[in-house]
T-cell receptor
Framework: SAVISQKPSRDICQRGTSLTIQCQVDSQVTMMFWYRQQPGQSLTLIATANQGSEATYESGFVIDKFPISRPNLTFSTLTVSNMSPEDSSIYLC???????????FGEGSRLTVL | KNQVEQSPQSLIILEGKNCTLQCNYTVSPFSNLRWYKQDTGRGPVSLTIMTFSENTKSNGRYTATLDADTKQSSLHITASQLSDSASYICVVNSNYQLIWGAGTKLIIKP
């Protein structure tokens, strides 16, 4: 298993600003992912955070809007840039301890953009 | 198009009763099927992972079934408790790509 800590747990931000979300895992993991969950919706994968290289983004998500860092096997950050009210969502960090195995999720970061 | 559809969208039952949630998928190729429980304001937690050859898998009061021929899965909850109030999400793994259902919101009333 894995224990994942996300910060901040929630924030209220102004339009046009940026926010960085941190994800810390209690053990080294190869696969780390960032998801978005819009109100009343299920999860959508934003990107896979790759250690030592650029993240792999899903269709509809771009690095300029959602830059991701992964400096080591236990930590990653997701930045939501130039925010608009449409970015109001829960952002979730997730890890896969073994390939194809179950995903472990952080508690999520609830972002509200005014 | 790969899709996972869940029904009902929402469900209200009395504490102590049983219920069954449905998941139909049109995903190919199929690697495994997962059920997650997501409490309000929390991240999802895995309940079961089922491979092609598994028909039934239990986790306490939760029992998942899988019919790979009809591409259907169900999650049965026995003797429901107030703590079972949550969203239940069906996810199909297709060659390491996860296809997420929209979830069933379950409310248990005392």
């Amino acid at each position: 298993s894995a224990v994942i800590s996300q910060k901040p747990s929630r924030d209220i931000c102004q339009r046009g600003t940026s926010l960085t979300i941190q994800c810390q895992v209690d053990s080294q993991v190869t696969m780390m992912f960032w998801y978005r969950q819009q109100p009343g919706q299920s999860l959508t994968l934003i990107a896979t955070a790759n250690q030592g290289s650029e993240a792999t983004y899903e269709s509809g998500f771009v690095i300029d809007k959602f830059p991701i860092s992964r400096p080591n096997l236990t930590f990653s950050t997701l930045t939501v840039s130039n925010m608009s009210p449409e970015d109001s969502s829960i952002y979730l960090c997730s890890v896969e301890v073994r390939v194809g195995g179950e995903l472990f999720f952080g508690e999520g970061s609830r972002l509200t953009v005014l | 198009k790969n899709q996972v559809e869940q029904s009902p969208q929402s469900l209200i039952i009395l504490e102590g009763k049983n219920c069954t949630l449905q998941c139909n998928y049109t995903v190919s190729p199929f690697s495994n099927l997962r059920w997650y429980k997501q409490d309000t304001g929390r991240g999802p937690v895995s309940l079961t992972i089922m491979t092609f050859s598994e028909n039934t898998k239990s986790n306490g009061r939760y029992t998942a079934t899988l019919d790979a021929d009809t591409k259907q899965s169900s999650l049965h909850i026995t003797a429901s408790q107030l703590s079972d109030s949550a969203s239940y999400i069906c996810v199909v793994n297709s060659n390491y790509q996860l296809i997420w259902g929209a979830g069933t919101k379950l409310i248990i009333k005392p």
